[in-house]
C-alpha cells in the first residue's frame, strides 16, 4: 500500500513564529488531505487538495499540493498556542477510497 | 451538529479478556471505519464498511479482532483475546458516501475514541 511519510516529528516555535511540515509520498497521489489532531481529541478533518500544484488558504493556514502530486505541505502563519496539536496528511486510494495516514508532525508552541 | 459517537471512553482489562467496542455513526452515512492509534503514529485502518458490508478488512488482526455492522447503521469491535499491544486509541470515522466522487475523497468524521489499556 502507499506510505506516506511527514517531516518534522516534532516542532517547538515560540508564538508568533510561522510553521511548516511536509509530507511525501514515493508515489503518486490523487489526493491529500490534512487532519489537526488536539492533545486528548480526535482527528479534525482540515482541507482537501486533489489538483497539481493546487494552493489551498484558510486564514492563516496555507496548504500546497506539489506539480507531482507526490508530496504536500502545510504553513502556518503567525502560529498561536491554539494551533498546538499534531497534523497529519493523509491520502485515500481504491474505489473505496482507503485512507492511509501520514506519520504526523507534533506542533508545540510556546507562549 | 451531528457526531459520531464511541463507547466506552475508555477501557482498562488484562490481558486474555474480551472487550467490545460500541460507534454509531452520523445519520445517513454509509461508510464506517474503525482505526488504530498507537501513541505518537498516525491512524492505521483495521476494517471499513460500506452499508453492513466489509470492504476492507486487511489490516485486521483476524484471529481476534472482528467487527459488525449488521444493519448497516452502529457497528462493534470486539478483541478476544486481548494482548499487551493492543493498548491504543480506537477510533471509529464515518463518511457520507466512501466512494470516489469524482473530486477526491468523501470526508471523514471521527468519533472521541476509546481508550484502551491492557494490563
Known sequence: G????????????QEGEDFTTYCNSSTTLSNIQWYKQRPGGHPVFLIQLVKSGEVKK?????????????????????????????????????????????????????? | EA?????PRY??????QAVAFWCDPI???????????ILG????????FQDESVVDDSQLPKDRFSAERLKGVDSTLKIQPAELGDSAMYLCASSLVGQELGFGADTQYFGPGTRLTVL
Open chain 1, 58 to 111: 484558510q486564514k492563516r493556514l496555507t496548504f500546497q499540493f506539489g506539480e507531482a502530486k507526490k508530496n504536500s505541505s502545510l504553513h502556518i502563519t503567525a502560529t498561536q498556542t491554539t494551533d498546538v496539536g499534531t497534523y497529519f496528511c493523509a491520502s485515500s486510494s481504491g474505489g473505496y477510497q482507503k485512507v492511509t495516514f501520514g506519520t504526523g508532525t507534533k506542533l508545540q508552541v510556546i507562549p
Open chain 2, 27 to 37: 445519520s445517513g452515512h454509509a461508510t464506517l471505519y474503525w482505526y488504530r492509534q
Open chain 2, 3 to 7: 457526531e459520531v459517537a464511541q463507547s
Open chain 2, 11 to 16: 477501557k482498562i482489562t488484562e490481558k486474555s
Open chain 1, 2 to 13: 502507499q506510505q506516506v511519510m511527514q517531516i518534522p516529528q516534532y516542532q517547538h516555535v
Open chain 2, 41 to 48: 503514529q498516525g491512524p492505521e485502518l483495521l476494517v471499513q
